[in-house]
């Protein structure tokens, strides 16, 4: 098998925060974490992610802040919470599993890269929580003009459910369907008509088939071209590190290559719920884009 760099912990350029400041937030933070809207967030946000985010959009304070992917709203509030004059865009393909809806959010269901970014100032952040191809994402950031970017689901090479950067500095690639057929999508583009009987009758509409790889091959390109498109790689250290992952294995660094925990161990109360919520850590990560105006 071909070596890849998938045991080592990556980053490079200048983080605009440093640990003390981090450690510095942990009690406020807790106090905010309680006054939280949704108390079972499962399927969102835990309390180490929720952390991460909160003091990284705090620090940055962009005037637009990009969500993409809402599920209940618990990060739509956390948002406004860490930046409470930024104008807040939140898309979700699915808007009707909100349960804490913002009177200040503009949504929208319609995809990132399918918005009008066209307006867009310089401090705004796309904060991506959407388990979509994180390598696809950040050309369409780079598209538009947005250049500080967190990902929230940025698994590690052998889980999760999309191309994160931690898989495409790995150089692993990214297979979806495991050892088992994509299902047929051959990518032709067809045009229907209703007939008379109400049947609908399909046409070819393109020649060539639409492009669009799911199954993205192991390579080494991928990470060189983020090593050259990047001016910041920051995963966002875990409060507290467990023994097993989530997946209940465990959390080694071989497999799991992890930034130093911000707490070793802990006796005060306000740390309680790190630990309880800490195997919810995925290394989440920011990211800034190279300016190339
Ligand atoms: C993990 S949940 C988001 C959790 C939320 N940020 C939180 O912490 O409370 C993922 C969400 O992404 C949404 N989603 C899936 N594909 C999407 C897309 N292309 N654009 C925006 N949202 C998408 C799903 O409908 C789902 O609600």
């Keep these: 098998m071909r070596e890849n760099n998938s045991g080592k912990i990556v980053e490079f350029g200048p983080v605009p925060w440093s640990r003390p400041e981090i450690l510095e937030c942990l009690e406020e933070f807790s106090r905010l974490y309680e006054e939280r809207p949704i108390r079972d967030n499962r399927g969102g946000m835990k309390a180490p992610h929720m952390f991460a985010v909160w003091f990284m959009v705090r620090q940055l304070s962009p005037d637009i802040i990009v969500e993409s992917g ?12 860490a930046c409470p004059k930024a104008e807040l865009f939140s ?4 808007l009707k599993t909100r349960e804490y809806v913002s009177n200040r959010a503009i949504y929208s269901d319609k995809d990132f890269s399918e918005q009008d970014w066209s307006d867009l100032p310089d ?5 991506f929580d959407d388990h979509q ?9 780079s598209w538009f003009g947005f250049r500080h970017i967190i990902f929230e689901d940025n698994y590690p090479i052998t889980k999760g459910d999309c191309y994160s950067l931690k898989k495409v500095f790995s150089e692993v690639g990214f297979d979806p369907f495991g050892s088992n057929k994509e299902p047929k999508d051959d990518g032709y583009l067809f045009k229907g008509r209703r007939r008379s009987d109400g049947s609908i009758e399909v046409t ?12 993205i091959a192991p390579n080494v390109c991928d990470a060189k071209m983020l090593r050259k498109r990047l001016e910041v790689y920051h995963e966002f250290p875990p409060v507290f590190k467990c023994d097993k992952t989530r997946w209940e294995d465990d959390w080694s660094d071989a497999l799991y290559p992890t930034p130093k925990p911000l707490i070793e161990r802990s006796t005060l109360a306000t740390h309680d719920i790190f630990l309880e919520e800490a195997i919810y ?3 989440i990560c920011y990211v800034r884009l190279k300016s190339i105006g």
Excluded: H
Aim: charged residues 20%.
């Design 70 to 81: 809402v599920w209940k709203g618990q990060s739509t509030w956390l948002l406004e919470k």
């Design 204 to 215: 070819p509409l393109t020649l060539t088939p639409q492009y669009e790889s799911k199954i």
């Design 91 to 94: 898309i979700d393909l699915n």
């Design 281 to 283: 850590y995925t290394w």
């Design 123 to 127: 401090q705004s952040l796309v904060f």
């Design 133 to 141: 191809n994180a390598y696809r994402r950040l050309q369409q950031c």
